[in-house]
């Protein structure tokens, strides 16, 4: 049976299969987690590469092409080898983890994957912890073969609104949502908006929830198959 019965579960791994294939030197692991929480401890071997303050508020492709340029240059300072499976982690299944896993699908880097639970389920796995720091390998450069059906810019977002089968789907938090709190030069949503802020999507320990959890979760929302759903 499928890991947590999910219809792809080659995107995530989980802390006890990470610690089989931990001397594995087709796999490359990245911490993206702040400075300091690296340098207490992480999983022997990991890179680190904190991308949450990198962002870019202008979605046209110029803008963007340019922005992925940088983040794959970024990529290949940091010693992410492309010929590799990349793995990357975070305290749970988290933001940080995640962009970084986007940022791959993005550049057409298929191989890669999110350790279900981050550094938090490691630990509960008893996985080995070290405290020293990777210097990054000389790799050769990170390819872009950008798949920009990933991304909707905003034009096409708001031309899409009028249509039935069209929902964005707002993962931020409530207050932000709710418009009681900006972060960005208005606040609000995006009108037809449906909200399910990302925490919603672990359990307890901060790990995914089983696919038929999740499942009954957005259905009851009205996110449903027939539906094309946009992220934001």
């Known amino acids: 049976m499928a890991y947590k019965g999910y219809e792809n579960p080659q995107l995530v791994i989980s802390a006890e299969e990470l610690k089989t294939i931990l001397d594995d030197e087709t796999y490359c692991i990245v911490d993206t987690r702040p400075t300091h929480e690296y340098i207490q401890g992480h999983i022997p071997g990991a890179l680190h590469l904190d991308l949450f303050g990198l962002s870019l508020i202008n979605t046209h492709r110029k803008p963007l092409d340019t922005f992925m340029w940088m983040i794959a240059y970024l990529f290949q300072q940091r010693g992410l080898d492309s010929r590799k499976t990349i793995i990357w982690y975070d305290n749970i299944s988290g933001i940080y983890a995640s962009r970084g896993f986007w940022f791959c699908e993005y550049l057409g880097h298929s191989k890669t994957r999110l350790l279900d639970g981050g550094f938090k389920a490691w630990l509960a796995a008893d996985g080995p912890v070290s405290t020293e720091g990777v210097e990054p390998p000389d790799v050769p450069q990170f390819p872009i073969e950008t798949v920009r059906e990933l991304h909707m810019e905003a034009y096409v977002i708001d031309a899409n609104l009028t249509q039935e089968d069209f929902v964005p789907l707002d993962t931020r938090t409530d207050d932000e949502h709710y418009g009681r ?30 696919a038929s959890e999740l499942k009954e979760m957005y259905e009851a929302a009205g996110i449903t198959p027939d539906k094309r759903v946009m992220c934001y």
């Open 181 to 210: 709190v900006a972060r960005a030069e208005r606040a609000g949503a995006i009108p037809k908006s449906i909200h399910i802020e990302w925490v919603n999507n672990l359990d307890e320990e901060g790990a995914f929830k089983p």
